[in-house]
């Protein structure tokens, strides 16, 4: 079955400094989406990407979905407290209206 | 506008006991999913449910079930519990196309703890 594998498991950084997490699946992807769980809290959807290459930005966040759709990533410039976190990608495939979560980057910030 | 409510949030259980949890999705949103989340495996997909039906089926025992209501509400049940089965219990609702289209609102969840 798809599998969503992301690295890192755990980032922490200094604030200020900036963040990447990579997410990488097994099969090609028609989408990606991802979610950003505050400690304690639930997921929360921040973004979707579609096309081949595409690359949105939120703000210090800056999404990329790759040229083959099989992976992602996920930059924060300038890392804040408020940052903290847990961030997983979600992607499904083709003809599936699951999603598959990845195993998601815990983001702690040293101030 | 209202966002996922799960009831209850907390619940302690004894070994061998069920459990039934709940969840109102937004108002307008009729997929609803159920997820169980562990600090060890993440989130792991349960069932989703779209107009009373079954839509998607994770890979769970059959002690574990669902069911959706004609108002879309959703419950979710566990049978015979097991100390592994202690987690975060994760609702989510999606529109119509599917939270592949249109992402998921997540519930706060119901945090189950199996003694």
């Known amino acids: 079955g798809q599998q969503v594998m992301q690295i890192p498991q755990y980032q922490h950084v200094q604030e200020g400094e900036d963040f990447t997490t990579y997410c990488n699946s097994s099969?090609?992807?028609?989408?990606i989406q991802w979610y950003k769980q505050r400690p304690g809290g639930h997921p929360v959807f921040l973004i979707q990407l579609v096309k081949s290459g595409e690359v949105k930005k939120q703000k210090r966040l800056t999404f990329q979905f790759g040229e083959a759709k099989k992976n992602s990533s996920l930059h924060i410039t300038a890392t804040q407290t408020t940052d903290v976190g847990t961030y997983f990608c979600a992607g499904s495939n083709f003809g599936n209206e699951k999603l598959t979560f990845g195993t998601g980057t815990r983001l702690t910030i040293i101030p | 506008k209202a966002g996922v409510t799960q009831t209850p949030r907390y619940l302690i259980k004894t070994r061998g006991q069920q459990v039934t949890l709940s969840c109102s999705p937004i108002s307008g949103h009729r997929s609803v999913s159920w997820y169980q989340q562990t600090p060890g495996q993440g989130l792991q997909f349960l069932f989703e449910?779209?107009?009373?039906?079954?839509?998607n089926k994770g890979n769970f025992p059959g002690r574990f079930s669902g069911r959706q209501f004609s108002n879309s509400r959703s419950e979710m049940n566990v049978s015979t519990l097991e100390l592994g089965d202690s987690a975060l219990y994760l609702c989510?609702?999606?529109?119509?196309?599917?939270?592949?289209?249109?992402?998921?609102?997540f519930g706060s969840g119901t945090r189950l703890t199996v003694v």
């Open positions: 449910y779209f107009s009373e039906t079954q839509r």
């Open positions: 099969t090609t992807l028609s989408n």
């Open positions: 989510a609702s999606s529109l119509e196309g599917g939270p592949q289209n249109y992402g998921y609102t």
